[in-house]
């Protein structure tokens, strides 16, 4: 009799766990992501100078690096569903195929959604430096002197400046500065000693080397509030990102590279500017 | 009868005597013991090692023999004798240095005295690289051709090439057959005491690996062990700002302690490019004419001559050119941002705090290493 209770017992949980299992089997589907750089429409052609922004800078793209996180998807009752866990960031690289398409797995809980979110970037809780020690993310680390963590992007190219020379441009995004305007000249970092010498009289450092006294974050959140999708059990559902490089020069904000030159790291004034552009810079489409 | 019984007897304790004899004599074990990296602070968890060339710590001890060992060359004439460590000199981080008694400014040759392509790149850290080994990145693991993938087969190539070794892989694996006590040491790292040149090729691969420079000055500023001067600072803040010397983009920093990307770049040195083994030579892409790769600054005041084409012989000049000699062309990488005014304009003061910065890198440690310095015998003088 215990033995026949036993084997029943046994029989039972089998079922019970084969019934979970394709529960869960039902109950999940898969969204892949495919990014997709585009220009003026375009998919972008890398280190050809073929490209007029909104002020009228002819320039290429050589490379485009960038991170997201907070990737949540939307449901019509308001409710958010975060992909993976907490923390967790996409790197995208234009010169590496394989993060041009972002997998979240066959964990994606099946039915309709409203759209999708991202934070582009890191909010300040999650980036903190060395966090990423392994490469093509590590090199993205943003130095601590000015503000640490992670680059959130790095759109590197050229444009033909005012004297019709193909100058570089590094477009990089992250922590920006605050500096001491009112510091004294002699605390400049690093031209102090130039500052007090004979042979630099007369020389005026430039803003960016004074003091720096806070950060700003720059990191914003994109939301695509009507892009519906569905999701359906065993299956993927693929959904397109475009990024549209041309419109991180434009909306709300004319970006002239001929005004912010080649490097803008330590210019907050520029990556504020490029930010604000960066609310029209994405599209969300199912495919 | 008592006769017979006694040859008996004798051939009995014969027996017993040989046996024993045999018993004394201990048979190698192939047991190797795998070789276990402790990651220093901030480094990569994931490192450059083949499946099929698991590190281990009879492999790697190996290794280092055949670096050192001049027989390498497949001869054994004093005069013809070369082993990788007749150039990479361990007291100069593993290049041939500017001070070489044979290769004069640090531009080596080979046996034959042919001299190399391009001047050396150290041996420093390289099981973190996944970007390509060489100037051009010529090694890569996903490469079609598979003899072209990784650290061992770059020990082929120096072993054939007649601007190194200039040797016969035939040659060298029955040399060191010959020779005592190696065909222990391979049996015991790879189970076979009959020597092949892919053996020979894992086991210097594994040394390699094994070289890591990880507690200079730099590294225990960044553990919070150690502080860096007023002029050591101000020379890191140069070293990781766009309007400072800017170089951490390909050189790395406190985010990327192996002061490399391990990537490749035009870095404005010149405006028309002939050299046939520059980047473009591998991938074909324009824009990669002139392109070669970031070397760490790892130890980096001992490793002239500079570029990889030596064409600086000090850190003072290699400043001094990224300061005011940048050269713009159409396939200056845009990293290079400051090329139109010529570089990045260091004040002098500046260029000594950079290069007090840049010598906070160096790493006594790994120059003096006994685990990675020349055995005081070789198997057959044990």
Redesign the interface.
């Known amino acids: 009799m215990k033995r026949i209770l036993i084997t029943l017992f046994m029989a039972v949980s089998l079922v019970s766990c084969n019934k979970n299992q394709s529960k869960q089997e039902t109950d999940e589907g898969n969204i892949i992501i495919e990014i997709n750089h585009t220009v003026d429409g375009k998919q972008l052609e890398t280190?050809q100078m073929i490209y007029t922004n909104a002020a009228g800078n002819k320039y290429l793209v050589?490379?485009i690096q960038w991170m997201i996180s907070d990737l949540k998807l939307h449901r019509a009752d308001g409710s958010t569903i975060l992909i993976g866990k907490e923390g967790d960031i996409f790197y995208i690289d234009s010169d590496i195929p394989e993060s041009m398409q972002l997998d979240l797995g066959f964990g994606v809980k099946s039915g309709d959604y409203t759209g999708l979110s991202f934070t582009f970037g890191m909010n300040e809780l999650q980036n903190k430096?060395?966090r990423?020690?392994?490469?093509p993310e590590?090199?993205m680390?943003?130095?601590?002197?000015?503000g640490g963590g992670?680059h959130y992007m790095k759109l590197?190219?050229?444009w033909i400046?005012t004297?019709d020379?193909?100058?570089?441009?590094?477009f990089?995004l992250g922590i920006g500065q605050v500096y001491d305007t009112l510091a004294p000249k002699s605390s400049y970092?690093?031209?102090s000693?130039?500052c007090t010498?004979a042979h630099?009289e007369g020389y005026t450092p430039?803003e960016?080397?004074m003091p720096i006294i806070g950060f700003i974050q720059n990191y914003f959140d994109v939301r695509f509030e009507d892009t519906s999708f569905s999701v359906h059990a065993s299956k993927s559902t693929k959904l397109q990102l475009e990024m549209k490089i041309e419109n991180w020069f434009k909306n709300p904000n004319i970006y002239d590279h001929n005004i912010w030159?080649?490097?803008i790291?330590?210019q907050q004034k520029a990556m504020k500017k490029a930010c604000e552009n960066g609310i029209d810079v994405f599209r969300l489409t199912v495919k | 009868m008592i006769k017979n019984l006694s040859l008996f007897f004798l051939l009995l304790i014969i027996l017993v005597i040989l046996s024993c004899e045999k018993n004394s004599k201990e048979e190698p074990v192939y047991k190797p013991t795998p070789y276990t990296f402790d990651i220093p602070f901030?480094?990569?968890?994931?490192m450059n090692i083949p499946v099929n060339n698991p590190m281990t710590v009879e492999g790697v001890e190996l290794g280092r023999f055949l670096f050192y060992d001049g027989r390498l060359s497949g001869r054994t004439h004093p005069d013809s004798l070369m082993s990788c460590g007749t150039c990479h000199i361990q007291a100069n981080s593993f290049e041939a240095g500017s001070n070489h008694p044979v290769f004069e400014g640090g531009f080596v040759h080979g046996l034959t005295g042919i001299q190399t392509q391009h001047v050396m790149l150290p041996l420093i850290n390289l099981v973190w690289n996944?970007?390509g080994y060489g100037w051009n990145g010529f090694l890569f693991n996903d490469n079609p051709n598979t003899n072209f993938r990784n650290l061992e087969d770059f020990v082929r190539i120096a072993v054939l090439a007649e601007d190194e070794i200039g040797g016969d892989t035939t040659k060298v694996k029955q040399l060191f057959q010959s020779i005592d006590g190696y065909p222990e040491l391979f049996f015991k790292s790879f189970g076979s005491s009959s020597i092949t040149f892919k053996n020979i090729e894992k086991a210097i691969a594994q040394f390699v690996r094994s070289l890591v420079s990880a507690n200079a000055k730099f590294d225990r500023f960044l553990k919070g062990e150690e502080q860096l001067s007023s002029s050591e600072l101000?020379?890191?803040?140069?070293f990781?700002?766009?309007?400072?010397a800017?170089c951490?983009?390909c050189h790395?920093?406190?985010?990327?302690p192996l002061f490399t990307?391990h990537?490749f770049y035009n870095n404005g040195k010149d405006t028309v490019f002939t050299d046939l083994l520059d980047r473009f030579s591998i991938t074909g892409n324009?824009?990669d004419k002139g392109a070669y790769k970031a070397p760490t600054l790892r130890n980096i005041e001992l490793t002239g001559p500079y570029m990889h084409d030596g064409r600086f012989s000090s850190l003072d000049e290699v400043i001094d050119f990224y300061s005011h000699h940048v050269k713009?062309s159409?396939q200056?990488?845009?990293?290079?941002?400051?090329?139109?005014r010529g570089g990045v304009q260091l004040?002098s003061?500046?260029k000594e705090?950079l290069k007090a910065f840049i010598r906070t890198l160096h790493d006594e440690g790994f120059l003096t290493n006994p685990a990675y310095s020349r055995p005081d015998k070789f198997p057959d003088e044990q």
Request: charged letters at 15%.
């Open positions: 280190d050589s490379e430096s060395l990423f020690v392994n490469p590590s090199f680390f943003w130095p601590d002197y000015l992670y590197n190219g050229k400046n004297d020379v193909a100058q570089p441009f590094n990089h970092v690093s031209r000693a130039c010498s630099c430039p960016k080397t030159g080649g490097s790291m330590q | 901030a480094f990569p968890t994931k996944q970007s101000n020379g890191f803040v140069l990781t700002t766009e309007e400072g800017d951490f983009h790395g920093g406190g985010g990327n990307t990537l324009i824009t713009w159409e200056i990488n845009p990293l290079m941002h400051h090329v139109l004040t003061t500046q705090d």
